[in-house]
């Protein structure tokens, strides 16, 4: 198993940025971030391999960066020039083999 513990959320305002963070237990090949606005399915953010091959939801990319560092078994996310429509909960999700894992979720609120 991958226990998985995010951090970083809170409220910003339009145009703001935030860094969220993601500890797992171990490290994984697939990396990402999703999240789930309310009344919304969970969606794509943004995914990283161990060798730091991303990709980016289009709704995210030229805004956001998905970085690791393999030696803390991090994975952060920076997301800038946030909007409302950004306003979720944001979850970090980890691959081992054919098993996804989950953190808990950090709320992200964009609001004036």
Same mark, same amino acid.
Request: proline residues 3%.
């Given at each position: @198993?991958?226990?998985?513990?995010?951090? &970083? !959320?809170?409220?910003? @305002?339009? !145009?703001? /940025?935030? =860094?969220?963070?993601?500890?797992?237990?171990?490290?994984? %090949?697939?990396?990402?971030? %999703? =999240? @789930?606005?309310?009344? *919304?399915?969970?969606?794509?953010?943004?995914?990283? +391999? /161990?060798?730091? /091959?991303?990709? %980016?939801?289009?709704?995210?990319? !030229? =805004?956001?960066?998905?970085?690791?560092?393999?030696?803390?078994? +991090?994975? #952060?996310?920076?997301?800038?020039?946030?909007?409302?429509?950004?306003?979720?909960? #944001? #979850?970090? *999700? /980890? =691959?081992? &083999?054919? #098993?996804?894992?989950?953190? @808990? &979720? +950090?709320?992200?609120?964009?609001?004036?």
């Amino acid at each position: @198993q991958v226990q998985l513990v995010e951090s &970083g !959320g809170g409220l910003v @305002q339009p !145009g703001g /940025s935030l =860094r969220l963070s993601c500890v797992a237990s171990l490290n994984t %090949y697939l990396m990402g971030w %999703y =999240r @789930q606005a309310p009344g *919304k399915e969970r969606e794509l953010v943004a995914t990283i +391999t /161990s060798g730091g /091959s991303t990709n %980016y939801a289009a709704s995210v990319k !030229g =805004r956001t960066t998905i970085s690791r560092d393999n030696a803390k078994n +991090t994975v #952060y996310l920076q997301m800038n020039s946030l909007k409302p429509e950004d306003t979720a909960v #944001y #979850y970090c *999700k /980890s =691959r081992l &083999g054919i #098993y996804d894992y989950w953190g @808990q &979720g +950090t709320q992200v609120t964009v609001s004036s």
